[in-house]
């Protein structure tokens, strides 16, 4: 059973070029959230999403970063013309059923971004 | 809205010492309370959890108590190794009407031999 998986593990790009990391959940798992992590710093929120819809996307910045999960296919964080403040890991973890007692996010390996 | 305080880090220890991280959280309702460890390099992954008052979640000589009355969930071990050198995240479930679990900002751990 394989658990959620993300790629690319580590991402380089330049100052302006776009950054395209993706999330597989978990077999069974429709509820995919998004998150940042900087050095020495906690685990930021950025987006939660169901298939083919953004149920909450209050913690993404409002210009050059989207997100989507489509029927089909893996969940894409993708974020244009990137700045160097946008290094950083981003994490992606999946659920079954976010309103129940007790339920787990389980997370991927996550995608480390540098930008040069 | 919920939030979670854990004590900053990093803490220190050597091989076998006791271990506390101190969590408390505001929360509206009865959420379920986590602890997730994070391993260099890594994502994070579930460490033990609680979901009522009182209720203790316990995994590998950890254990955190779900405290109504003082709204804590202390991690805890009697005798720490050089492999749990990690960072610990305190988390509540999702509740009051969001989808969103709180995290903390996470306690870094090391262990010396």
């Known amino acids: 059973n394989a658990g959620v998986m993300q790629n690319p593990r580590h991402l380089v790009r330049r100052r302006g070029q776009e950054a395209r990391l993706r999330c597989s959940p978990m077999?069974?798992?429709?509820?995919v959230y998004w998150y940042r992590q900087l050095p020495e710093e906690g685990l930021k929120f950025m987006v939660y999403l169901q298939k083919e819809n953004i149920i909450d996307e209050s913690g993404m910045p409002k210009e050059r970063f989207s997100a989507e999960f489509p029927k089909e296919g893996p969940s894409i964080l993708r974020i244009q013309q990137v700045v160097r403040g946008d290094s950083a890991a981003y994490f992606c973890?999946?659920?079954?059923?976010?309103?129940?007692?007790?339920?787990?996010?389980?997370f991927g390996p996550g995608t480390r971004l540098l930008v040069l | 809205g919920n939030s979670v305080t854990q004590m900053e880090g990093p803490v220190t220890l050597s091989e076998e010492a006791f271990l506390t991280i101190n969590c408390t959280y505001t929360?509206?309702?009865?959420?379920?309370l986590f602890w997730y460890v994070q391993y260099p390099g890594e994502g994070l992954q579930l460490l033990l959890k609680a979901t009522k008052a009182d209720d203790k979640g316990s995994n590998k000589g950890f254990e955190a108590t779900y405290r109504k009355e003082t709204t804590s969930f202390h991690l805890e071990k009697g005798s720490v190794q050089v492999s749990d050198s990690a960072v610990y995240f305190c988390?509540?479930?999702?509740?009051?009407?969001?989808?969103?679990?709180?995290f903390g900002r996470g306690t870094s751990l090391i262990v010396h031999p």
């Open positions: 929360a509206t309702g009865y959420p379920s």
């Open positions: 988390a509540l479930g999702p509740g009051g009407g969001s989808y969103i679990p709180t």
């Open positions: 077999k069974g798992h429709s509820h």
């Open positions: 973890a999946s659920s079954q059923s976010p309103a129940s007692p007790g339920e787990t996010q389980y």
